[in-house]
């Protein structure tokens, strides 16, 4: 049957027929607010390439986290900005390191009521700014895998609910739950960024972490944008090695591979919608160009509607008070 039998329009009529026929539901929970805390500042210092997001003290993490909670989003991705960085990450694993005093005051504070996501890389520690142990320019992987099991043992030490390998080192998922198991920290699940894709959309990131590499750049071990087939296998490599939950970033320009690992894996999707996608947003809307909310609301659907079960994005900040304005 088609027109005039059929009439597409008769479900669109009333905003409450639109809303109870909506397949995909974007719920704040389904949010997750990133904060970046640096440890050598006591008030806020504003992200020029980020409008609305600062870096934070430690003394006003707790406070982000209450407006987490506000908003009806459930859980925070932490980032560390170190007083002091060096050739070997120290800072990543101490035990009064940035990330791990910011973890004991949200515990202090909400208890479970806050999930609690720790970053495990070491771009922001490195003097350097790559991701891993340098040797002779190359990033040396089997040296990093046991520095980053020391960051995942100290956040769970610290307090964390689940950690996020981000350092795109082979075996590092592996590595991590090894040592995670070994300090008796079983239960902390692993949040894999499995298909970490090279992308431009990180550079306002790169500015709120101070973490842009030295020298170099990271396409050795963060992956090409062209292949479909390699994110796959990264996938599987890392829920083979013990991932609990597995990550595409970024989301805009990489929704098929969403799509492709909701359709191959039967394991929580994450999507990483990131500082670049943000900063678009905000740039558009401050020139007029564009209706801030309803674009937000667009993306994020666009992203549930991939296959995304939760999403990291820096528009949570914003996410009870628009969602709902169809």
């Known amino acids: 049957m088609s027109f005039p039998t059929v009439r597409m329009r008769r479900l669109r009529r009333t905003a409450a027929l639109r809303e109870m026929l909506n397949q995909v539901c974007l719920q704040p929970s389904n949010l997750i607010y990133p904060i970046f805390v640096e440890e050598s500042i006591k008030k806020p210092v504003a992200i020029a390439s980020m409008p609305g997001y600062s870096r934070l003290p430690i003394a006003q993490v707790v406070d982000e986290g209450k407006q987490a909670l506000a908003q009806g989003v459930k859980s925070v991705l932490l980032f560390g900005i170190p007083a002091k960085k060096d050739e070997a990450g120290t800072s990543?694993?101490?035990?009064?390191?940035?990330?791990?005093?910011?973890?004991?005051?949200?515990?202090?504070?909400?208890?479970?009521?806050?999930?609690?996501?720790?970053?495990?890389?070491?771009?922001?520690?490195?003097?350097?700014?790559?991701?891993?142990?340098i040797k002779d320019k190359e990033v040396q992987n089997d040296q990093t895998l046991e520095v980053l099991g020391k960051v995942a043992v100290s956040y769970a030490e610290s307090g964390m609910d689940i950690v996020a390998p981000s350092a795109m080192m082979d075996g590092q998922v592996g590595a991590i739950r090894e040592a995670l198991d070994d300090a008796g920290f079983e239960q902390v699940p692993i949040m894999a960024y499995s298909a970490?894709?090279?992308?431009?959309?990180?550079?306002?990131?790169?500015?709120?972490?101070?973490?842009?590499?030295?020298?170099?750049?990271?396409?050795?071990?963060?992956?090409?944008?062209?292949?479909?087939?390699?994110?796959?296998?990264?996938?599987?490599?890392?829920?083979?090695?013990?991932?609990?939950?597995?990550?595409?970033k970024p989301a805009l320009a990489y929704l098929d591979i969403i799509a492709l690992a909701k359709a191959s894996f039967n394991l929580p999707i994450v999507a990483y919608n990131v500082s670049g996608e943000y900063s678009m947003v905000k740039a558009a809307a401050q020139n007029g160009w564009i209706d801030e909310k309803t674009v937000t609301r667009e993306i994020l659907t666009g992203i549930k509607r991939a296959g995304a079960d939760l999403i990291i994005t820096y528009h949570a900040k914003d996410a009870k008070s628009w969602l709902n304005q169809l």
Not at 93 to 104: E, L, N, T
């Open 92 to 133: 990543a694993f101490a035990k009064d390191g940035v990330v791990q005093k910011a973890i004991r005051e949200l515990k202090k504070a909400f208890g479970d009521e806050l999930v609690l996501i720790g970053d495990v890389c070491l771009c922001e520690y490195m003097s350097h700014g790559h991701c891993g142990i």
């Open 196 to 248: 970490k894709y090279a992308s431009g959309f990180y550079g306002p990131f790169r500015e709120a972490a101070e973490s842009t590499p030295k020298f170099g750049n990271r396409r050795s071990y963060q992956m090409s944008q062209g292949s479909q087939q390699e994110a796959m296998r990264e996938i599987e490599l890392d829920i083979n090695e013990g991932a609990d939950i597995i990550m595409v």
